[in-house]
């Protein structure tokens, strides 16, 4: 009885653990995110303009994009247009909670005029930074400018989100990275961090031998 027991035992262990587990390796991105050529880089929703700095957010912004092109793997399209990812930043106070400004214009590009050593970006704006136009400032005259007390990340956020969808960024964050001043140029670390992950993702996985 006591070997018939041992047997069962065995063998739901045996079938509860796939037989190639140990050769496979799940990529830490999907798939999409290597094959993208496009990205939407947007201020969080929600974000305030810290006070002592009204500039902030948007001067994020404009280092993640141009750090973009300097790359040269995914190519920054402008507000309005389709693209496979958006990436959203945030920059942080250093605190918990800080005075900010919200509801006002300074996020809202009337252009864009961006560029490299060996290429630049013009254009204008177009509707929302999602892709709805319906949501943009000016269909919402009652959402002036006004100073709220911002609680959220003390340090720079990047997020990475699946684009050409509805609404990308209700969805959950595919890769998210969090760091002091990750943000800030001529570094602009946050990218360069996307960078590794992709790299990383990318390695051919090899097969552990028995």
């Not at 404009?62 to 995914?74: D, P």
């Not at 892709?131 to 003390?154: F, R």
Request: charged residues 20%.
């Amino acid at each position: 009885m006591t070997a018939r027991l041992f047997s069962l035992i065995l063998l739901a262990t045996l079938l509860a653990v796939p037989t190639n587990a140990k050769d496979k390796k799940k990529s830490s991105l999907p798939e999409y995110v290597l094959r993208a050529s496009t990205v939407l880089v947007v201020v969080s929703p929600g974000a305030g303009e810290p006070v002592d700095n009204p500039a902030a957010n948007a001067t994020a912004r404009e280092n993640v994009e141009k750090a973009l092109m300097e790359w040269g793997r995914l190519r920054p399209v402008l507000d309005g247009e389709e693209s496979d990812l958006v990436i959203a930043v945030r920059t942080g106070s250093g605190k918990m909670m800080q005075p900010t400004i919200k509801g006002g214009p300074i996020d809202n590009r009337p252009g864009v005029a961006q560029g490299t050593d060996s290429s630049i970006r013009i254009g204008a704006q177009q509707g929302h930074p999602t892709g709805d136009p319906s949501m943009g400032p000016q269909n919402s005259p009652q959402n002036g400018p006004h100073i709220s007390n911002e609680i959220g990340p003390s340090e720079d956020m990047f997020e990475v989100y699946r684009g050409g969808v509805s609404d990308p960024l209700d969805s959950p964050a595919v890769w998210r990275y969090i760091a002091k001043n990750c943000l800030r140029a001529p570094n602009v670390s946050a990218v360069d961090e996307f960078r590794k992950a992709i790299a990383e993702a990318e390695k051919p996985q090899v097969p552990k031998t028995p």
